[in-house]
């Protein structure tokens, strides 16, 4: 259908079922209201579907995200035997009328590491069978369960050691801010030389110059690619192109089989949420009454930055399991109704790190599926004349690893408090120490020797870079002794500026954290 019969025909309809070639915008979604309840993506992606406006209308989205893990699998490695034997060049130069054997002597597989960057559904299928290949399996994942892994009979590294291991590369990760070209000259640099490299996950998380570079320079042997940062590529891009570059045009869910299980998934999908059942696969949560979600959405907002915060903590060889959730309220237990706080924590944590949407209707899913036990504690609060639902959000990481070693509490976990104020979410306790700063922008977490001038010499480093400082704050174990200095800015800075700060002799360490 064009947009313009879809516009005309949606207000029919109860259900509508798309591909990524239908954009179900806000006008769509409001052509329909009054009937269409449901939106089902016969897929993963869900980018064509505008979620806000769905949510607002009152409608579930719904999309299927299992049924081409097993194609997606195969097509992997499929690209890694085809690349390390040169099939697609031997092929091209055979049927041009080339006999050159000497020319496309490939290499083994067997014995050799494969690094699987993202141990999901489709990186641990992977893994499965390339140690059907006689292959030694690393993987780097921070959600994936060791015991999972160890199943497989994969070792799970961190990204550092994984592409320094590795004689392939195998990318299965989702495109997020923090996955963006995350393959870029930095990380080439510190790959064996001769690397090979299989993308079948999201173009975007390879900087494409940056790997053109590496293989000019024989720093990356071959690289086997099915996605691209935009698709279709044009007609004259250089790793299309490339000689040493094998490329499908995003075949990784393209098997009948695997067609013919998305479209039963989706059906099953929308059948039951037309039934009113809560699915697993839904991606946006169901309309909360507006008088529970006016005096909730400080506090919604307060858990999801402090859940962001905490993932940001932790150092990136650690994988998340233990997560503990105390809410400090002065009101009766059975009048604090904590799923969606807890959905929001799960949410900061996951998000930042997948491609997964997480709300009320898929939270608890989403966190048993990655391995993370929530635990949730009520902490009573002596004021009985508090009109606030709460007090404070403690979030709580165990048996992790951080980043930033102020964040540590006495009991060796990764602490931060928050509440609202004036309406407003605010960090108040980072590890041992209190500051109080608002969670909006972002931040710039100093541990120092507390000692005079030291917010000057930040503020004026800062200042010197045009970055503008909202607020500041210090917090301190004891006079003299330690501090931590919690800075809030508007943008973020540069790689240069944190370097200037982190080369002020009394700063011990620093970290910068996007809210």
Same mark, same amino acid.
């Given at each position: 259908?064009?947009?313009?019969?879809?516009?005309?025909?949606?207000?029919?309809?109860?259900?509508?079922i798309v591909r990524s070639g239908t954009k179900?915008?806000?006008?769509?979604?409001?052509?329909?209201?009054?009937?269409?309840?449901?939106?089902?993506?016969?897929?993963?992606?869900?980018?064509?579907?505008?979620?806000?406006?769905?949510?607002?209308?009152?409608?579930?989205?719904?999309?299927?995200?299992?049924?081409? @893990?097993?194609?997606?699998?195969?097509?992997?490695?499929? =690209?890694?035997?085809?690349?390390?034997?040169?099939?697609?060049?031997?092929?091209?130069?055979?049927?041009?009328?080339?006999?050159?054997?000497?020319?496309?002597?490939?290499?083994?597989?067997?014995?050799?590491?494969?690094?699987?960057?993202g141990f999901g559904k489709v990186g641990s299928?992977?893994?499965?069978?390339?140690?059907?290949?006689?292959?030694?399996?690393?993987?780097?994942?921070?959600?994936?369960?060791?015991?999972?892994?160890?199943?497989?009979?994969?070792?799970?590294?961190?990204?550092?050691?994984?592409?320094?291991?590795?004689?392939?590369?195998?990318?299965?990760?989702? =495109? @997020?801010?923090?996955?963006?070209?995350?393959?870029?000259?930095?990380?080439?640099?510190?790959?064996?030389?001769?690397?090979?490299?299989?993308?079948?996950?999201?173009?975007?998380?390879?900087?494409?110059?940056?790997?053109?570079?590496?293989?000019?320079?024989?720093?990356?042997?071959?690289?086997?690619?099915?996605?691209?940062?935009?698709?279709?590529?044009?007609?004259?891009?250089?790793?299309?192109?490339?000689?040493?570059?094998?490329?499908?045009?995003?075949?990784?869910?393209?098997?009948?089989?695997?067609?013919?299980?998305?479209?039963?998934?989706?059906?099953?999908?929308?059948?039951?949420?037309?039934?009113?059942?809560?699915?697993?696969?839904?991606?946006?949560?169901?309309?909360?009454?507006?008088?529970?979600?006016?005096?909730?959405?400080?506090?919604?907002?307060?858990?999801?930055?402090?859940?962001?915060?905490?993932?940001?903590?932790?150092?990136?060889?650690?994988?998340?399991?233990?997560?503990?959730?105390?809410?400090?309220?002065?009101?009766?237990?059975?009048?604090?109704?904590?799923?969606?706080?807890?959905?929001?924590? @799960?949410?900061?944590?996951?998000?930042?790190?997948?491609?997964?949407?997480?709300? =009320?209707?898929?939270?608890?899913?989403?966190?048993?599926?990655?391995?993370?036990?929530?635990?949730?504690?009520?902490?009573?609060?002596?004021?009985?004349?508090?009109?606030?639902?709460?007090?404070?959000?403690?979030?709580?990481?165990?048996?992790?690893?951080?980043?930033?070693?102020?964040?540590?509490?006495?009991?060796?976990?990764?602490?931060?408090?928050?509440?609202?104020?004036?309406?407003?979410?605010?960090?108040?306790?980072?590890?041992?120490?209190?500051?109080?700063?608002?969670?909006?922008?972002?931040?710039?977490?100093?541990?120092?020797?507390?000692?005079?001038?030291?917010?000057?010499?930040?503020?004026?480093?800062?200042?010197?870079?045009?970055?503008?400082?909202?607020?500041?704050?210090?917090?301190? @174990?004891?006079?003299?002794?330690?501090?931590?200095?919690?800075?809030?800015?508007?943008?973020?800075?540069?790689?240069?500026?944190?370097?200037?700060?982190?080369?002020?002799?009394?700063?011990?360490?620093?970290?910068?954290?996007? =809210?």
């Amino acid at each position: 259908m064009s947009p313009a019969e879809l516009l005309a025909k949606v207000a029919q309809f109860d259900a509508l079922i798309v591909r990524s070639g239908t954009k179900v915008t806000r006008e769509v979604l409001e052509a329909g209201r009054g009937r269409l309840r449901v939106v089902g993506r016969a897929g993963v992606g869900i980018d064509n579907v505008d979620l806000q406006a769905s949510t607002e209308a009152g409608g579930l989205v719904v999309n299927a995200p299992t049924a081409n @893990t097993v194609a997606a699998a195969e097509h992997g490695i499929a =690209l890694l035997a085809c690349m390390a034997r040169n099939v697609s060049q031997a092929d091209a130069a055979l049927k041009a009328g080339k006999w050159q054997r000497a020319k496309y002597v490939g290499v083994s597989l067997v014995g050799k590491t494969l690094a699987i960057m993202g141990f999901g559904k489709v990186g641990s299928e992977v893994a499965r069978r390339a140690k059907g290949l006689g292959m030694h399996v690393i993987a780097h994942d921070p959600y994936a369960p060791v015991d999972k892994a160890r199943a497989i009979g994969a070792e799970l590294v961190s990204f550092e050691e994984a592409i320094a291991k590795a004689d392939f590369i195998s990318l299965h990760m989702p =495109l @997020t801010p923090a996955t963006s070209k995350v393959f870029n000259d930095e990380s080439f640099g510190k790959m064996k030389t001769g690397v090979r490299i299989v993308n079948v996950a999201r173009g975007g998380v390879i900087d494409e110059d940056a790997l053109v570079r590496a293989l000019d320079s024989g720093k990356v042997a071959q690289a086997a690619l099915d996605v691209f940062t935009v698709e279709p590529p044009a007609k004259d891009n250089k790793l299309v192109l490339h000689e040493n570059v094998t490329v499908t045009p995003h075949l990784g869910a393209s098997t009948v089989e695997a067609q013919e299980g998305v479209a039963i998934e989706i059906a099953e999908a929308v059948g039951g949420a037309l039934r009113g059942e809560l699915t697993a696969t839904a991606v946006n949560a169901p309309m909360v009454p507006a008088e529970v979600m006016s005096e909730l959405a400080p506090y919604v907002s307060l858990a999801e930055k402090l859940g962001r915060l905490a993932v940001q903590l932790v150092a990136g060889e650690s994988g998340i399991k233990g997560v503990k959730v105390v809410y400090t309220s002065a009101r009766d237990p059975d009048d604090l109704d904590t799923r969606l706080l807890r959905a929001m924590v @799960t949410k900061g944590i996951v998000e930042p790190v997948s491609s997964t949407f997480v709300n =009320l209707v898929n939270a608890d899913y989403t966190a048993k599926q990655r391995g993370l036990r929530i635990a949730e504690e009520r902490v009573s609060h002596d004021n009985a004349a508090a009109e606030a639902p709460l007090e404070s959000i403690q979030v709580r990481l165990s048996h992790v690893q951080s980043r930033f070693a102020g964040a540590i509490s006495d009991g060796g976990d990764i602490v931060v408090v928050g509440r609202v104020k004036y309406g407003v979410p605010h960090l108040t306790v980072v590890g041992p120490y209190e500051v109080d700063v608002s969670l909006e922008g972002n931040l710039i977490l100093c541990r120092q020797g507390d000692q005079p001038g030291m917010i000057g010499k930040v503020g004026n480093i800062l200042g010197k870079r045009n970055v503008n400082v909202s607020f500041m704050s210090v917090g301190r @174990t004891s006079r003299g002794k330690q501090a931590i200095m919690a800075i809030g800015v508007d943008e973020e800075p540069d790689k240069k500026t944190l370097e200037k700060i982190g080369a002020i002799p009394a700063v011990e360490e620093f970290v910068f954290l996007e =809210l």
